[in-house]
């Protein structure tokens, strides 16, 4: 985070002392959700315990709607949302998953419907821990996806994704994540705006789609076919095609909507996050870059004026938007850089990490492109250790200076060494 000059004529907030989960609900308080529909899930089920209480001791005028599962959850929030109302919620891992077939239904409906996720890792084997596979299984279903790395970072991400998401150039479902337990139940002080300056930056929400206004009978999901329809006098409907083409360029344009978003914030709140889609440290004279999301870019960030000390240019970008994926801006931003070391914690099984050939395709045909190394580290909350992110460093410039291109997945962190002798194709079989 980077504290800019507030342009506002007045500062008006308060301090609490806040975990990450509590920052979101503070933020769906103050945002004035009016519906909340959820099931609770570890670790965010904090989020929505706070939600309840507000809305029982009348700080918050919203309907909070108990459900039988996280299906059922999602589902009503499509169906609020529907109906105009501004709606958030929050799940992680199975939960989330237990969502699915609501994911694609909320943003083919183009419902700007907000979900906190507390990342957390999928099993089997079970595990209630962090990693970023959750929110990796939604880079498909036409959600925005953002990744914020403190406490502060999640009120504001929260306060701007309602912004983004309501924006008629945009209409689609928004998910805020932050490593579960690393920030969702660690306390940190967070800046509480006004609630008038609140106001002032998110106006009410103006749906394009609202069926509680009865002058006119409508439907939304409707059964489509691949080719267009003459309607006669109601005109042309599109087909199926058509839908998935529109959603796509909201979705490319909505890069600009947030980045155009985040500046005002930063504007009159006094905070900025780099230019909204990813944020930088000491890469202005670096020709070794990490890349990285979230805890893991916390953590890089802690060993580069080590690695600097020991006479290596480096420094990290983390990134913030996910999806839509920022392509034209990391090509632009890596275009003279060296080589580049990728930290995953998650995996695209069957390949490597995800976010290392998300980068590797964005990157395709950039002239004197930079060298890619990706790891996977911190699977289901293994710690990761300033050691590892400076071995990944080392082990990538050396393969760079070599010349070694390796497809093969390269995890750090395994202690495979103290499980002793065992059979490697029968002993993780069931976990």
Known sequence: MTITENKSEKISHKIKILTGNHAAAQALRQVKVGVVAAYPITPQSPVVEKVAEFVSKGKMNARFVKVESEHSALAVCCAASATGSRVGTATSSHGLMYMYEMLPWAAGNRLPIIINLATRATGAPWSVWTDHQ???????????????????????????????????????????AYDGYILSHTMMPVILENQEDIDGFLPPLK???????????????????????????????????????????ALENSIEVIKEIHNEFADKFGRSYGNGIYKTHLTEDADTIIFAMGSVASQARNVIKKLRKDGLKVGLVSLKLFRPFPVSYLREFFKNKKQIVVFDRDVGYGYEGVLSYELKAALYGLKNSPFIKGFIVGLGGRDITDQHIIKGVYKAIEESEIGIISHETDFIGLRLEDLGDYDESEYFKGG
């Open 134 to 176: 959750d929110f990796i299984t939604m880079r498909d279903v036409g959600w925005i996806q953002m990744f914020c790395m403190d406490n502060q970072e999640i009120y504001d991400t929260n306060i701007q994704a309602f912004r983004i998401a309501e924006d008629p150039r945009v209409y689609l479902p928004t998910v805020v």
């Open 207 to 249: 749906h394009h789609i609202n069926l509680s206004d009865m002058s006119q009978v409508k439907g939304i999901g409707p059964v489509t076919t691949p080719h267009l329809r003459d309607r006669g006098e109601e005109g042309v409907a599109p087909g199926y095609f058509e839908y998935r083409y529109a959603m796509q360029k």
